[in-house]
């Protein structure tokens, strides 16, 4: 049996290919080792670099005299039948709208909120109950701009229609409320700025820039309504006090804490 032993040449190129090869598996997995920690990497460095944020509530508050009076005034007639129930009513309308004309209120400041026409019910002595009339009514909103003759023109209305209607009450008001809004918007944001800067104070930061900022719906509370006032038919003017108008606005606010 004889044994071939491979040449000296042939065992030189067989070495250099192990070599080649070892190389470039190498060369592979080196690249795929070295990617792992630099995605680690990145991934840490994105959480750290969130900055955090507070939320915070601002409240404010801004109050003026009121320069409008708001009535709110009614008319009412019964008679046997419907027709004649409006009839009434529609005189003692008029009557009202004449003489507040007459007080120097334009029309665009009258209203009429309502009208009503409605059954009267008298129950006899067995327990039944059938119409015996009708009663009739209208209500109107009045805007008195010059608030020094409020009472006047609630005298002079009352005078007017008697005892056919009736004075429901009156509100006061400012007849442009952007001023007064704007104020309390204004409180509002240096309350919410003030509150973040706490925040971030106490909690060993420095305020960063604001983040985003909502206003909520402005609200005001109790517009210097007053209740129905006993007036008489020979007093020619009536007392009031017309007290302030305020205006409250909330604002929401997110700050960045550096």
Same mark, same amino acid.
């Given at each position: ?5 491979? !040449? ?126 009708? +009663?009739?009514? +209208? ?38 409320? !952007? ?10 944001? +240096? ?60 604002? !929401? ?6």
């Amino acid at each position: 049996m004889t044994i071939r032993r491979p !040449s000296a040449a042939r065992t030189a190129r067989l070495l250099a290919a192990t070599a080649v090869l070892g190389g470039l598996l190498a060369g592979t997995a080196a690249p795929a080792l070295a990617s792992a920690p630099g995605r680690t990497t990145l991934r840490t460095s994105a959480r750290e670099t969130t900055p955090a944020t507070v939320t915070v509530t601002g409240n404010g508050r801004a109050s003026a005299a009121p320069d409008l009076a708001i009535l709110s005034v009614g008319v009412e007639a019964t008679r046997p039948t419907a027709k004649e129930a409006m009839a009434a009513q529609s005189t003692a309308a008029e009557a009202v709208l004449d003489v507040l004309h007459r007080q120097g209120i334009a029309d665009r400041d009258i209203r009429t909120d309502s009208l009503s026409l409605a059954p009267v019910y008298t129950q006899n002595k067995d327990g039944d109950s059938k119409v015996t009339g009708y +009663q009739a009514g +209208q209500s109107f909103s009045v805007k008195v701009r010059d608030l020094g003759r409020t009472g006047q023109v609630i005298g002079a209305v009352n005078d007017a229609k008697k005892d056919a209607g009736r004075i429901n009450g009156v509100v006061f008001d400012v007849a442009d409320p !952007s001023a007064l809004r704007a104020k309390a918007r204004e409180a509002a944001y +240096q309350d919410a700025y003030d509150k973040a800067a706490q925040h971030a104070q106490l909690s060993g930061h420095r305020l960063g820039r604001l983040v985003s900022l909502s206003e909520g719906e402005s609200v005001r509370p109790g517009p210097g309504a007053g209740a129905a006032p006993e007036v008489s038919a020979d007093e020619p003017t009536v007392p009031l006090a017309p007290g302030e108008i305020e205006e409250q606005v909330t604002v !929401s606010a997110v700050y960045e804490l550096i």
